[in-house]
Every structure is written in structure tokens, then in C-alpha cells.
């Protein structure tokens, strides 16, 4: 899988995303509704999800969350830069979806379509101790519940293709491809080969097939 930033940015990413929550939930008294809402919608989003340093690592969480603040609202906060020592829910939060986002590959808007950031604070009691990995098998389960259809199956029914005659058509083998379907088989580690020619039978560009872009707002 081709990541959207390198594995020693994800620290960054993590305690950024965490201190940025933080923040502007129990410092600035925003809703962690409201922010998000006003997060998802920013450049400063973009291109944390582009993987672009300057965000990443280039910037504090508070100054994060100021940014994303100027340009939804147009306003500047008056609170005090504040990084507490004693990690909150909100903090939690934000670490677990950069850590999330940055193993899954997926984009920010469609985790929390699937996934609620109130449904993750209110995973914190359960998880929040747990290994990373433990957080990532309930997200895991929560989109593949959301997500029924794969991008892949979508395409191929639209063009009114079986799954053996896609299997034919792009010399994919037809157990592959239902298991791609299926998500036995995450279709974001396929081999680059494999998605390009399924890709040429349905008419689409190889990244269409990925599955942070199976959600309507991706398109």
C-alpha cells in the first residue's frame, strides 16, 4: 500500500491530531460535533490527509486547530496555546483516527461517515489502554457494517459484468476478485497490476476500486 506520508511522520500525526482535539474541545468549549464538522471542511484536513509535513509535523495541535477556526470562521481564538500532560478522550480521539487513517489509508471523511466521533469518544473506556491494533478491528468491523458494497462490486454490477466475466475479461481470478467483494481481502494491498487491470474492464481509474472511495462523499 502506498501511504499518504512515511511511517516516521506518523508520531507527528498522531499527537498533532490529539493536541489539536483536545484543544478546541476542552480549551476553546467547541463541540467535538462542531469541530470536526469545521475540520473535515479545511484545508488544514486536506492536507494533513495529503500528507503534507508543514501540517503534519510543521505545526502544533493548538495551531492546528486555530487555522482550521480563521478559515471556517473567520475568527481568531483568544485562548492560550494548551497541551495537557493528562491525555482527555478528546485527545484519544484525534491519536487513534491519524493512527487509523494512516493504516487504512483511508480519508478522514470517510471513516467518520461510517464511524461517528461521538461512537470513538465513547470508545475510549474500553480501548484506550489497549493495543492500537485492537482499536482498528472495531473500526474495522463499524465500516465494513456501513460499507456493504465494495467500490469493486458497484462498478462491475453497473456495467452489468458477472464476477466470472470480470474474471475473464481481465484475467483476475474469480475467487480473488469475490474476495475482494467479500473483504476477505483488503483491495488497498493489492498488487498495483492486479487493481489497473480491473480497472481497464470497468471503466475506471485504478483508485475508484479503493475502498476510501467507496462513500459518496469521496466522490
Not at 113 to 131: G, P, Q, R, W
Not at 165 to 188: C, F, K, T, V, W
Request: charged share 25%; with cysteine; glycine share 4%.
Amino acid at each position: 500500500m502506498t501511504y499518504a506520508y512515511d511511517e516516521d511522520y506518523l508520531p507527528h500525526a498522531q499527537k498533532n491530531l490529539g493536541h489539536m482535539v483536545d484543544f478546541a474541545v476542552n480549551t476553546c468549549k467547541y463541540t467535538i460535533n462542531d469541530f470536526f464538522d469545521m475540520f473535515l471542511a479545511s484545508n488544514v484536513c486536506k492536507q494533513i490527509e495529503n500528507g503534507n509535513p508543514a501540517y503534519i509535523a510543521g505545526k502544533t495541535g493548538c495551531e492546528l486547530a486555530r487555522e482550521v477556526i480563521r478559515e471556517i470562521k473567520g475568527e481568531e481564538l483568544s485562548e492560550e496555546d494548551v497541551m495537557y500532560l493528562d491525555k482527555s478522550p478528546e485527545y484519544w480521539t484525534g491519536y487513534v483516527l491519524a493512527f487509523y487513517a494512516w493504516l487504512k489509508n483511508y480519508k478522514l471523511r470517510y471513516i467518520l461517515n461510517a464511524v461517528s466521533v461521538e461512537k470513538i469518544v465513547f470508545m475510549y473506556d474500553t480501548l484506550h489502554e489497549a493495543d492500537l491494533s485492537k482499536f482498528a478491528d472495531a473500526m474495522d468491523k463499524n465500516i465494513s457494517l456501513f460499507y456493504v458494497q465494495t467500490a469493486l462490486a458497484r462498478y462491475r454490477e453497473a456495467l452489468g459484468l458477472s464476477q466470472a466475466e470480470l474474471a475473464d475479461r481481465s484475467g483476475i481470478g474469480i475467487r480473488i476478485i469475490q474476495s475482494y467483494e467479500q473483504r476477505n481481502r483488503d483491495i488497498n494491498k493489492a498488487k498495483s497490476e492486479t487493481v489497473v487491470r480491473l480497472a481497464n474492464v470497468l471503466n475506471c481509474s485504478p483508485a475508484d476500486l479503493l475502498d476510501n472511495l467507496t462513500a459518496p462523499s469521496q466522490t
